[in-house]
């Protein structure tokens, strides 16, 4: 399912090979929280600019319009026109961040809709089973979010139900995938590896969940608060004991610099909401660092946003215009800068790549770490 091309240090070149489509890793996946790119930005924009995972959130779609509505619609790829592989989180990061009042037992976790307050219960089947109906190709495990600091004990009692409730996610699945209703049957389960910022916690949890040999492992809990040094230092600690043949997840990470750094370190598969976020509100992202669209020294600017980008924004649009429709309040602005940093995102991936299967990868990490994270 996973096969490595190519090392170069600890850094990996790899192929997932997914029942809708083969990826190739290092990959960022773009968000589409509610399935769709925030920006209007479509399924076939999301071709165009080099996309090949893209990811959708449980806990939105639950609430609305409804995993089982999506079903009877055939299932996510149909419900948006997407045919390349999609990633479903598994909803624990919303129930933990968004939700109103919560309780956690050992069963999941009641909670209130932040939509509409509603009670609601959701444990690891029932993620399980709005993942099936979703008909993702990727599902994540039900896991516990730790707030960055927490006390050890109670990390430790979290990261115990975390494992716990990963056991009965990898039993619900292979159920799942084995009912008639079940629209895709090849669904793969991806568990997550907690334990905040303590080493031994972190170590001991990958050991233990990489016994349960499933299809691929993230690293959780991580860009949440604590230091770039401490997330990296994280890594060093954990990967070791990851399993070596499956692809590595960095859930919610990062900036440029910050997915080089752990691509350094062996981490295949990343996502954040930086890149779409970030040009809603003209912050945009380049080769030679970032730069704010706004500022006044772009009012009469006829340069594309980078002059060595091939993005349909860059191709077509100066800087002065895209500014023009920021101040005008056009959408359009918004549009043109999403593609442009989604495209920078997944061809900033191919030439990691690139720079991987040529062992040069090391120097082009040194090249670009400090200018990515340049303000222009």
């Known amino acids: 399912m996973f096969k490595i091309l190519h090392k170069n240090g600890n850094a990996r070149r790899g192929e997932f090979h997914t029942v809708h489509g083969v990826v190739q890793t290092p990959v960022f996946q773009n968000v589409g929280t ?5 920006g209007a930005v479509s399924t076939e924009d999301l071709k165009e600019i080099g996309c090949q995972v893209e990811l959708s959130n449980t806990y939105h779609l639950h609430l609305r319009p409804g995993d089982k509505i999506v079903h009877q619609m055939g299932g996510l790829h149909k419900f948006m026109n997407w045919d390349r592989p999609i990633l479903t989180d598994s909803g624990g990061f919303q129930v933990f961040s968004l939700a109103g009042l919560r309780k956690i037992t050992e069963e999941g976790v009641k909670f209130n809709s932040h939509i509409d307050g509603r009670h609601i219960f959701m444990g690891p089947e029932e993620s399980m089973q709005i993942q099936s109906n979703l008909a993702s190709t990727i599902a994540m495990a039900f896991d516990e ?3 960055n600091p927490a006390p050890y004990e109670y990390v430790k009692n979290s990261v115990d139900r975390t494992t716990r409730w990963l056991e009965r996610c990898k039993a619900e699945m292979s159920r799942l995938n084995t009912l008639d209703t ?3 049957k090849n669904q793969l389960l991806f568990g997550i590896n907690q334990g905040g910022i303590f080493d031994d916690l972190r170590v001991e949890h990958m050991k233990r969940i990489a016994k349960l040999d499933l299809p691929g492992y993230a690293i959780g809990g991580l860009a949440v608060g604590e230091s770039h040094e401490e997330m990296y230092h994280i890594l060093d600690v954990v990967l070791p004991h990851a399993p070596e043949d499956r692809p590595r997840y960095l859930m919610g ?3 440029p610099s910050n997915i080089i750094e752990a691509v350094a370190r062996g981490v295949d598969f990343f996502d954040c909401v930086i890149a779409s976020r970030n040009a809603r509100h003209a912050f945009i992202f380049t080769k030679n660092g970032t730069m704010n669209l ?6 009469t600017d006829p340069l594309p946003i980078d002059p060595e980008c091939n993005c349909p924004a860059c191709r077509n649009y100066s800087r002065a215009y895209i500014r023009h429709l920021f101040k005008a309040k056009e959408m359009l602005g918004m549009r043109l800068c999403v ?3 989604l495209y920078f995102y997944n061809h900033l991936m191919e030439d990691i790549r690139l720079a991987i299967e040529e062992d040069r990868f090391e120097e082009f990490r040194r090249e670009s770490v400090e200018k990515l994270a340049k303000r222009i």
């Open 145 to 147: 979010c730790i707030e």
């Open 182 to 184: 079940t629209i895709n």
């Open 294 to 299: 706004l500022n006044n020294k772009y009012e």
């Open 339 to 341: 593609l442009h940093n």
């Open 253 to 255: 990470v990062g900036t």
């Open 34 to 38: 509610l399935a769709a790119i925030k």
